[in-house]
Nanobody
């Protein structure tokens, strides 16, 4: 399985941005998909999870502002972000597990910069 993230860019505070993650390879084996982010100089942190059937879970900072969605027919996962603030500036990564359910698979990351 391979993941490709896209959609990052510069956005003003209060604005919105939609990130996408496209999976390729053995996509039938993909169960949960996740978004993580790494703010500059900080540790990577979990953002949201979506299961294959569409159940979602969010980090506290994402609740009410971010929405994760998934299209299994297109092998894509999106993250719609609204009400963005400078503290949301980070590299955003999509993640899943490989067919062995153990190997971590990461997308290359996409930079989101929120200006004040």
């Amino acid at each position: 399985v391979q993941l490709q993230a896209s959609g990052g860019g510069l956005v003003q505070a209060g604005g919105s941005r939609r990130l996408s993650c496209t999976a390729s390879g053995n996509t039938i084996a993909i169960e949960n998909m996740r978004w993580y982010r790494r703010p500059l100089g900080k540790e990577r942190e979990w953002v949201a999870t979506i299961t294959r059937r569409g159940d979602t879970n969010y980090a506290d900072f994402a609740k009410g502002r971010f929405t994760v969605s998934r299209d299994n027919t297109k092998n894509t996962m999106d993250l719609q972000m609204s009400g963005l603030q400078p503290e949301d500036t980070a590299i955003y990564y999509c993640h899943t597990k490989g067919p062995d359910r153990a190997t971590d698979v990461w997308g290359q990351g996409t930079q989101v910069t929120v200006s004040s």
